[in-house]
C-alpha cells in the first residue's frame, strides 16, 4: 500500500511517462477535435489516457519492467481509455489482453497486438489459462463486490503472479453515498477499509508484497465535488 502524497508526483510521473515515450494523452484541442469528428461520424478513434493516473499508471510499468518477462501474459482490467495496456505494447509487450464492459474498446489503439474483450471481468473466461500480472487501475471503487473480486482475480491469476489496484483514497471516512459516477455507487476508501480489503484478500492467497504505509500529506485529487488522493496496492498470490 502507498499513497499519492502531492500533486507534484503526478506532474513528474508524467514527465517521466514521456520521457520514455509512453505518454499518450492528446492536448484538448485534439481531444474537442475527436470528440466532435466523432459525433458526426467521421471518425471512431477515442483519446486515451488521464493526467491524473500518472502516477500509479509510471508506478506499476517501472515495477512490470523490472519483474516481469516481455512474453508473460498481461491482463488490464476496466481498460476503457487507460493508457496503461497501451503503453505496455509500446514497451514491447506481446501477450496484452484488456477487458471492459464498454464496446467502444473496438476504437482503443494496437487492435491487432491486444487482445481486447467486451466482458464482464468478475466472471470472465480468459484464451490463456492464467496471467502473471492482473492490473485494475481505478476500479473497485465502483461499486464492486470487495471479495468477489478477489476470488474473481485470484481464480485466473498465476501462483506467484501479481495483482496491481489503485483506488480513490483518504484516511478518514469521507462519504460519497449521494453520488453516482459511471451510473455506478461510488467509494472513496478510508485506510480502515483498505486494512479491511487486506485481510480479505488473504482468503484468496493474496498478499501485499510491501507493509502498507496510510500516510496522507495532500489532497491531490479533485473531482466531482470531493477532494481525496489515490492509493495503490501490488498483491502476490502465494500459494
Not at 65 to 94: R, T
Not at 119 to 134: E, H, Q
Not at 220 to 233: N, V
Amino acid at each position: 500500500m502507498e499513497v499519492l502524497q502531492n500533486y507534484k508526483q503526478v506532474v513528474d510521473a508524467r514527465k517521466k511517462l514521456k520521457e520514455k515515450n509512453i505518454s499518450f494523452i492528446d492536448s484538448s484541442f485534439i481531444i474537442r477535435l475527436r470528440n466532435l469528428l466523432r459525433k458526426l461520424g467521421l471518425k471512431n478513434q477515442i483519446s486515451i489516457g488521464d493526467i491524473a493516473k500518472s502516477w500509479d499508471i509510471l508506478s506499476f510499468i517501472q515495477f512490470i519492467e523490472k519483474k516481469v518477462p516481455k512474453n508473460e501474459p498481461i491482463l488490464d482490467i476496466g481498460c476503457y481509455c487507460s493508457e496503461f495496456v497501451v503503453a505496455l505494447d509500446a514497451l514491447g509487450y506481446k501477450k496484452l489482453s484488456a477487458v471492459d464492459l464498454n464496446p467502444g474498446i473496438s476504437y482503443m489503439p494496437a487492435q491487432n497486438r491486444i487482445n481486447y474483450e467486451v466482458s464482464d471481468f468478475m466472471s470472465y473466461k480468459p484464451k490463456v489459462k492464467n496471467f502473471r500480472v492482473i492490473s485494475a487501475i481505478s476500479v473497485l471503487e465502483h461499486g464492486f463486490d470487495r471479495k468477489r473480486f478477489l476470488k474473481s482475480m485470484s481464480r485466473i491469476l498465476m501462483p506467484n503472479g501479481y495483482l496491481f489496484i489503485s483506488f480513490d483514497y483518504w484516511d478518514k471516512k469521507i462519504d460519497t453515498s449521494k453520488t453516482r459516477l459511471f451510473d455506478m455507487e461510488w467509494t472513496i476508501f478510508s485506510s480502515n477499509e483498505v486494512r479491511e480489503l487486506i485481510e480479505e484478500a488473504k482468503e484468496f492467497n493474496l498478499f501485499p508484497i510491501n507493509e502498507p504505509s496510510f500516510k496522507c500529506d495532500e489532497k491531490a485529487i479533485t473531482h466531482a465535488g470531493y477532494k481525496y488522493t489515490f492509493g495503490q496496492i501490488i498483491f502476490k498470490k502465494i500459494t
